[in-house]
């Protein structure tokens, strides 16, 4: 009677090693696709900081103008829209599929507001992760003197 029991549990384990291997690797995939876009994010936010930077110091010393709370430079949208694309032609953006500048601006003559987008396409290609889309950031910058 034992010898009967334990030939009829033979293969019990093997549909719960599928299981948890299917699972598993669901699961993997899944992490490298947010570890992916995270990191893609932060290197487009990374050039965009960089970008608005350039485009905050765009003005010229006829610029500045004295406020009562001390020097105070004016931007001007033109200007940060040139700087901006000046700093992108400088710097290696190919890394970025389809890269595009939104918005380069100066709202209030004050900061510069740069908007940038890029397209992500997940490293491995899977039914749990859409095939990729468009991310957007902002970064704003702002010339100070002390």
């Given at each position: 009677m034992t010898g009967r029991r334990i030939r009829?549990?033979?293969?019990?384990?093997?549909?719960l090693i599928i299981f948890y291997a299917a699972l598993s690797l669901a699961l993997i995939l899944l992490v490298v696709a947010a570890t992916s876009?995270?990191?893609?994010?932060k290197r487009l936010f990374t050039l965009a900081d960089g970008a608005s930077l350039v485009g905050a110091e765009s003005f010229s010393l006829s610029d500045v103008?004295?406020?009562?709370?001390?020097?105070?430079?004016?931007?001007?949208?033109g200007e940060v829209a040139s700087a901006v694309r000046g700093y992108l032609r400088d710097n290696p953006v190919e890394e970025f599929a389809s890269l595009q500048v939104d918005r380069a601006v100066s709202v209030d003559g004050r900061s510069a507001t740069v908007e940038l987008?890029?397209?992500?396409?997940?490293?491995?290609l899977s039914l749990l992760?859409?095939?990729?889309?468009?991310?957007?950031?902002?970064?704003?910058?702002?010339?100070?003197?002390?």
């Open positions: 009829d549990e033979d293969g019990s384990t093997l549909p876009l995270y990191l893609e994010r103008s004295q406020t009562s709370s001390g020097y105070r430079p004016v931007l001007r949208s987008s890029a397209y992500w396409s997940p490293p491995v992760v859409p095939n990729g889309f468009r991310i957007q950031v902002t970064s704003v910058a702002r010339s100070v003197f002390s």
